[in-house]
């Protein structure tokens, strides 16, 4: 069975940090793109960042709104993938959600399963 | 405010035919960037409908499609069911923003 699955949302309060994973099985995820995805309540859905896979550098992109507070990180090995949220402000509560996605001339793409989320609510 | 423009809601009886539009600009998908749906379906998360313009993914009726012109795209349902209610995102890439992938607001769309 396909299984992108997030885990360590929850309630953190602002300027802390938080580290967000997502465990993939029954599908392949070395070959390809993971992204971040997030949706404020009630709010439509906003692009976070991705990561590309290694056999094209494994490098990240981020969106202007999170870049140089947000990480995106891999281990190919354990088939997991990471979001290191820092520096975290009330606007960034949302449900995360992990997807994997396709390259496209070098560029992240379409995301073609998705996980199916965890909340991160920050507040005092 | 999203750069892929999307109507915030359209509706339609069973049977019926809708169309969703996604408008976006030079720099993303009148510059020949593909675009994708995807459907969100109350409390779920994500799926992609339509990918790289008008081509379904395995297990996607063929009620839904997609198509692509100059600096828009649509999808299109046709045989409405009540079961369509969901919120639909349109996504693509913009050679101006940071990352470039981005996604319209979303539509809501609403069986009657």
């Known amino acids: 069975e396909v299984q992108l699955v997030e885990s360590g949302g929850g309630l953190v309060q602002p300027g802390r940090s938080l580290r967000v994973s997502c465990r993939v099985s029954?599908?392949?995820?070395?070959?390809?793109?993971m992204n971040w995805v997030r949706q404020a309540p009630g709010k439509g859905l906003e692009w976070v960042g991705c990561i590309r896979s290694k056999a094209y550098g494994g490098t990240t992109e981020y969106a202007a709104s999170v870049k140089g507070r947000f990480t995106i990180s891999r281990d190919d090995s354990k088939s997991i993938a990471y979001l290191q949220v820092n520096s975290l402000k009330t606007e960034d509560t949302a449900v995360y959600y992990c997807?994997?996605?396709?390259?496209?001339?070098?560029?992240?793409?379409?995301?073609?399963?998705w996980g199916k989320g965890t909340t991160v609510t920050v507040s005092s | 405010q999203s750069v892929l423009t999307q109507p915030p809601s359209v509706s339609g009886a069973p049977g019926q035919r809708v169309t969703i539009s996604c408008t976006g600009s030079s720099s993303n998908i009148g510059a020949g960037y593909d675009v994708h749906w995807y459907q969100e379906l109350p409390g779920t998360a994500p799926k992609l409908l339509i990918y790289a313009n008008n081509n379904r993914p395995s297990g996607v009726p063929d009620r839904f499609s997609g198509s692509k012109s100059g600096t828009s795209a649509s999808l299109a349902i046709t045989g409405l069911q009540a079961e369509d209610e969901a919120d639909y995102y349109c996504q693509s890439y913009d050679s101006s923003l940071s990352g470039g992938v981005v996604f319209g607001g979303g539509t809501k769309l609403t069986v009657l």
């Open positions: 029954g599908v392949s995820f070395a070959d390809y793109v």
């Open positions: 997807s994997r996605g396709r390259i496209r001339d070098g560029y992240c793409s379409y995301m073609d399963l």
